[in-house]
């Protein structure tokens, strides 16, 4: 059985009730000790600023069921490792976020739990994120978001490989000895005649 999951690096928490029904519209900013953090967290040599503006809207509740969706845009300024030359390459990340949050989706995480689960490839939209406690993490999703923006294999426009990689000395067929070699299979073919004629 598994531990209490870690406390997220950037956590916002912000209550899922009561919204306006216009939204509320919310700026987050990552303080220095959080950007180290999320900076071991996704791989990345630095993380000079993280940044977003949300609007959490409501959906309505039915049933008793909270849902909210959450909307805006994170910025971040990003150190990560050119993945040919190894060197420092600065970079800017601006992604527009769109989030579900439903009361629901807690319930039915704690119900399902070690349970099968089903995907629905022709489903419109992912399910919608767990309310937690009655609140909405802005700051991890957020994180989230910045992460699956990352380039898994950022390289510098200038930067080139040598030249082809080779995995070693290749013989051409065109050089002639190709005709003068026995077959692989000749051997197979001798050991076959002489079990048929012996």
């Given at each position: 059985?598994?531990?209490?999951?870690?406390?997220?690096?950037?956590?916002?928490?912000?209550?899922?009730?009561?919204?306006?029904?216009?939204?509320?519209?919310?700026?987050?900013?990552?303080?220095?000790?959080?950007?180290?953090?999320?900076?071991?967290?996704?791989?990345?040599?630095?993380?000079?600023?993280?940044?977003?503006?949300?609007?959490?809207?409501?959906?309505?509740?039915?049933?008793?069921?909270?849902?909210?969706?959450?909307?805006?845009?994170?910025?971040?300024?990003?150190?990560?490792?050119?993945v040919?030359?190894?060197?420092?390459?600065?970079?800017?990340?601006?992604?527009?976020?769109?989030?579900?949050?439903?009361?629901?989706?807690?319930?039915?995480?704690?119900?399902?739990?070690g349970?099968?689960?089903?995907?629905?490839?022709?489903?419109?939209?992912?399910?919608?994120?767990?309310?937690?406690?009655?609140?909405?993490?802005?700051?991890e999703?957020?994180?989230?978001?910045f992460?699956?923006?990352?380039?898994?294999?950022?390289?510098?426009?200038?930067?080139?490989?040598?030249g082809?990689?080779?995995?070693?000395?290749?013989?051409?067929?065109?050089?002639?000895?190709?005709?003068?070699?026995?077959?692989?299979?000749?051997?197979?073919?001798?050991?076959?005649?002489?079990?048929?004629?012996?």
């Amino acid at each position: 059985m598994s531990g209490p999951l870690p406390a997220p690096e950037f956590s916002r928490p912000i209550p899922a009730e009561p919204l306006p029904a216009e939204g509320r519209s919310i700026q987050i900013a990552a303080d220095a000790g959080e950007r180290e953090a999320l900076a071991a967290r996704f791989g990345v040599d630095r993380l000079d600023r993280l940044d977003g503006t949300v609007t959490l809207r409501p959906l309505g509740a039915k049933r008793g069921v909270v849902r909210v969706e959450l909307s805006g845009t994170l910025e971040a300024d990003v150190v990560q490792t050119c993945v040919v030359t190894l060197a420092p390459l600065p970079g800017t990340v601006t992604e527009s976020v769109r989030l579900r949050f439903s009361s629901a989706a807690e319930a039915e995480t704690d119900a399902d739990a070690g349970a099968a689960v089903d995907i629905d490839p022709d489903a419109d939209s992912d399910p919608p994120e767990p309310i937690v406690d009655g609140l909405i993490d802005v700051g991890e999703a957020l994180a989230e978001a910045f992460g699956l923006a990352l380039d898994p294999h950022p390289r510098a426009p200038d930067a080139a490989l040598d030249g082809p990689v080779s995995a070693g000395p290749t013989e051409d067929p065109a050089d002639g000895d190709e005709a003068d070699r026995p077959s692989p299979f000749a051997a197979l073919a001798a050991l076959k005649t002489r079990t048929n004629n012996g």
